[in-house]
């Protein structure tokens, strides 16, 4: 229901809604177990694409990384501890089961030299700007012509 006193509420529903498309253009649902996965941020930095997932408790053995036809897939298999018996549990919120996340990639970004690294419980990866895609400076040469000013105007001069 809108307020018609609201005049911004309207607004703020239609922003949501497009932020939401746009995820969902670049970042693939998620896939597997409880619908659950790694929280992603994506981000250049200089001219690297950074991808970190939030991948607290998993080890590296527990992911999979890969690269295919310009979509970056992770996923991975969450071990639940067992469950003991002598324990009263309250609450119990230890996920298990498999998910997946992906997104793809820009074109402009090399994904055959990615780097990965998992630190404090994010996993890393650096996707360097592809040399064809960085803007190069094009220098002009081949002439033998300059051009000298003069006081009637341009002439120019053979070298």
């Given amino acids: ?13 239609l922003r949501q809604m497009m932020d939401r498309l746009l995820e969902d253009a670049f970042v693939m649902p998620r896939q597997g177990g409880d619908g659950g996965g790694p929280a992603l ?16 408790g998993f080890k590296p053995d ?24 002598e324990r009263n549990y309250l609450v119990r919120e230890l996920r298990a089961g498999r998910f997946s996340r992906s997104l793809r ?7 055959d030299a990615c780097t990965a690294r998992i630190e404090d419980g994010v996993l890393r990866l650096a996707f360097p700007k592809s040399e064809a895609a960085k803007p190069r400076r094009i220098e002009i040469g081949g002439g ?13 001069r053979q070298s």
């Fill in 1 to 13: 229901m809108i307020d018609r006193d609201d005049p911004f509420g309207r607004a703020m529903g």
């Fill in 41 to 56: 941020d994506v981000y250049e930095e200089d001219d690297t694409l950074v991808v970190e997932a939030h991948v607290s």
């Fill in 62 to 85: 527990d992911l999979a990384i890969n690269v295919e036809q310009g979509v970056l897939t992770i996923s991975g298999q969450a071990k639940a501890e067992q469950e003991r018996k």
């Fill in 105 to 111: 990639l820009p074109a402009t970004y090399d994904a």
């Fill in 144 to 156: 033998q012509q300059a051009m000298v000013s003069g006081q009637g105007g341009e002439t120019p």
